[in-house]
């Protein structure tokens, strides 16, 4: 056991701070709670990488609801020396190799207990990051979608779900270290098809809680009673900053947006979300198309290819392709940093692939001209007439 006996809180507190530094604590949990707020029940402790740098994620748990804060370990180490004995009487510390727990009586007396840690809690901290999800588990919104049970346990039936979830947030959250935003303001997103909300309120819930970023989420459902299902959730479980609203990609105007969503926009659906990106000047937007029947009548194969393209999936596959790569040679012309890439793995949805879009600080009007000449020259190998996103874009240069 690396822990020298402790005999006294000030012991403890040298061992969490000597341990935070080795990257040898696992987690904290405070409990017996005896402060005024009559709610709280615990508070678990972990740590956590968050944009390179090290922090402790303090997950209050109320009988309601919980409510994460992040700290740097100097901070963190002041809110627990200021938490630990006053409001919670009980602490239980897990190290890599041993556990030690603290108990203060009615009166006020010390009792430290020592134990060697069980061997599945020997792995080294650094794969215990590696596996960190980057939505916690234990989110009460979780519980009410029915993602997890009453118990915070995941539901079997939605492990893709929540798989897809947390890749998604994982790319939100790349795609927002790299944008040229303020970080210093408040977000504005908007998710188009945002169905029951997974996703709406998992990143509402990662800009509030995990960033704290005060952020405005609006959903946008075709469907009204979705939306009307999604904001009882959403009032019930206090997300204020998280709103839904009926309509579609065609009827919601541009406003403030800095983030644009839609995931699996079937057809051009997905060419008046882009649209609707480039127009409100979003820095980010991400896309999951769905659908390529646009493109797919038009093509026009050479006789080359005619062998290949005679079996229905190829055919498809080619379509998707060309028409995914006019989407984003266009963000590139309008400004954009444009990446394609599988989304979630063909195990999960066969809908996987995701473009990405993140705003330029400047633009080059020389490298837009070769790429829009880029554009021209693909539509006229496959005999395209008309693309969706090109003919919106070119009628928005002419209203404007």
Known sequence: MSAAVLNSLEDFYRLLS??????????????????QDKSLNRLNIRPLTLQNEAVLSFVYEHQTNHITKNHNHQNALLEITTLLGDDFKSAYLTLQDSEIQLEFSKKGKLKISQHKA?????????HNREKHRYVD??????TALKVTDKNQKLIPAMSNKWKQINKFIEIFSQALEVSPRDTSTPLNVV?????????????????????????????????????????QTAATLDHHGLDFVCGD???????????????????????????YGIRANASIIMCSPCCHKQIRPQMQ???????????????????????????????????Y??????????????????????????????????????????????????????SLLNESLIQG
């Open 118 to 126: 069980k061997q599945m809690q020997t792995m080294p901290a650094a």
């Open 191 to 231: 998710d188009f098809g945002s169905g029951k909300g997974y996703l709406t309120f998992a990143i509402h819930d990662y800009l509030r809680h995990t960033l704290q970023n005060d952020a405005q989420v609006t959903g946008v459902e075709l469907r009204q009673a979705l939306a009307d299902l999604c904001n």
């Open 337 to 390: 940093t444009t990446k394609v890439f599988e989304f979630i793995s063909l195990e999960h949805t066969n809908k996987n692939k995701m473009i990405l879009a993140i705003k330029k600080p400047s633009t080059n009007a020389k490298e837009q001209a070769k790429i829009l000449t880029q554009i021209a020259n693909i539509k006229t190998y496959y005999g395209i007439k008309d693309h969706c996103l090109e």
């Open 301 to 335: 194969s050479p006789e080359l290819f005619q062998p290949m393209l005679q079996y229905g999936v190829h055919l498809g596959q080619q379509a998707e392709m060309v028409t995914d790569s006019l989407r984003a040679l266009l963000l590139e012309a309008n400004g």
């Open 249 to 275: 990609v065609k009827t919601h105007a541009p406003k403030q947006t800095d983030v644009m969503i839609a995931l699996h926009a079937c057809d051009v659906a997905t060419d008046y979300a882009i649209h």
């Open 137 to 142: 588990i234990q989110r009460p919104f979780l």
């Open 18 to 35: 000597t341990q935070l530094e080795s990257n040898g604590v696992v987690k904290l949990l405070l409990s017996k709670y005896r402060g």
